[in-house]
């Protein structure tokens, strides 16, 4: 996420692109391609979450609503790099600016992924994992 200058750029490093992505682009067309894996990582992020916060209250679709979001976002993304004018404004702008601008577009949908995680202990599971010092 903060070397990426675009929405995309987190996903498209995603071993999803070369395993279901590619193929369907090459059938359905990029847009219909992006959506269906979308689709699909979010069938597999609800298959992991629900069995791994069984009886924990978790609740189908959460997950899924973030991963429709991130699709949102990548299409708009697509069709406005579609437009020459805003094509070359985002490219005139400075690097750092680009990931900052991207953070800040992402940074508002994170909250609806990683709450999961911490509602359900996993983040004080792994901090109790994780060796600490204390000087006392």
């Given at each position: ?6 929405a ?25 391609a992006?959506?269906l894996t ?7 992020h609800?298959y ?8 924990g ?18 299409l ?5 790099e579609?437009?020459?004018a805003?094509?070359?404004l ?5 690097e ?9 577009t992402l ?5 609806w992924?990683?709450l999961?995680?911490?509602?359900h202990?996993?983040m ?7 060796p600490?010092?204390?000087c006392?």
């Amino acid at each position: 996420l903060s070397s990426s200058s675009a929405a995309s750029d987190v996903y498209k490093r995603q071993l999803l692109r070369r395993a279901c992505f590619k193929p369907l682009a090459s059938v359905a067309g990029p847009a219909a391609a992006a959506l269906l894996t979308f689709g699909v990582s979010a069938l597999f992020h609800e298959y992991q979450f629900a069995l791994t916060f069984q009886g924990g209250g978790y609740r189908l679709g959460r997950v899924s609503a973030f991963f429709g979001a991130m699709a949102s976002l990548c299409l708009a993304q697509t069709a406005c790099e579609r437009v020459p004018a805003l094509r070359a404004l985002a490219r005139a702008l400075p690097e750092p600016v680009q990931i900052g601008l991207n953070i800040c577009t992402l940074a508002p949908f994170g909250h609806w992924f990683v709450l999961i995680w911490v509602e359900h202990g996993f983040m004080d599971t792994i901090a109790r994992m994780v060796p600490t010092l204390s000087c006392a």
